[in-house]
């Protein structure tokens, strides 16, 4: 089964406009961290925001938020105010317990911002 | 220093050539991975190293061979590759994970490998 489902088609959004990107999860571990990651065609993979699941509050990183739902087991992540340079794709992962250096990463999004 | 650096940035090599991928941070972190990617896909695991020490090998043909001379050094030596090894090697680096969750992975830019 797969841990990250990342399901959503490629996306236009127009530059200002805040865009929200579907990630659900599945564990058994009650012990586990999201991170979403953006990778622009250049290729590098930039972190951009970590949830851990006890964390009690939404993680916020400057215009990215992160739209934690446990009993839905959902991760969503909101980029508010598009810019251009948010084109890229998108990718949402997992860690499970602690000690664990594996990362199970989704099949990622694709977001093109439009003028 | 916050940076994972790679080179060569790109590599196109023969079936018989022998090449290595460098990988360096400078953060002090104790686990070095490497990665490889695909056009459109997730980046895939490769290796692991923990402290110096492989870690983690996920089923990778010995044509792959990592080497971490020191904490802040990772080559993937390369030999006999095929075509279809043709991809995006990315390297990452991370502190060790203990009992704090919080411990994110730092890619560098990814070196661009094409064999013909």
């Known amino acids: 089964a797969q841990k990250i489902t990342q399901t959503q088609p490629g996306m236009f959004v127009q530059e200002k406009e805040a865009v929200t990107l579907d990630c659900t999860y599945d564990?058994?571990?009650?012990?586990?961290?999201l991170f979403w990651y953006k990778q622009p065609s250049s290729g590098e993979m930039i972190f951009l925001i970590y949830?851990?699941?006890?964390?009690?509050q939404n993680a916020t990183e400057g215009r990215y938020s992160l739209n934690f739902q446990k009993a839905r087991k959902s991760a969503n992540l909101v980029i508010s105010a598009s810019q251009l340079g948010d084109s890229a794709m998108y990718f949402c992962?997992?860690?499970?317990?602690?000690?664990?250096?594996?990362?199970?990463f989704g099949k990622g999004n694709q977001v093109v911002v439009i003028p | 220093d916050t940076e994972v650096t790679q080179t060569p940035k790109h590599l196109v090599m023969g079936m018989t050539n022998k090449k290595s991928l460098k990988c360096e941070q400078h953060?002090?972190?104790?686990?070095m991975y490497w990665y490889k990617q695909k056009a459109k896909k997730p980046p895939e695991l490769m290796f692991v190293?923990?402290?110096?020490?492989?870690?983690i090998n996920e089923s990778v043909p010995s044509r792959f061979s990592p080497e971490c001379p020191n904490s802040s050094l990772l080559n993937l030596h390369l030999h006999a590759l095929q075509p279809e090894d043709s991809a995006l090697y990315l390297c990452?680096?991370?502190?060790?994970?203990?009992?704090?969750?919080?411990?994110?992975?730092?890619f560098g830019p990814g070196t661009r490998l094409t064999v013909l």
């Open positions: 564990t058994s571990d009650p012990s586990y961290g």
């Open positions: 990452a680096s991370s502190q060790e994970p203990g009992l704090a969750g919080d411990n994110e992975q730092f």
């Open positions: 992962a997992m860690r499970e317990g602690y000690g664990n250096n594996r990362l199970a």
């Open positions: 953060m002090g972190h104790r686990a």
């Open positions: 190293y923990s402290y110096e020490k492989l870690s």
């Open positions: 949830q851990g699941s006890y964390d009690q």
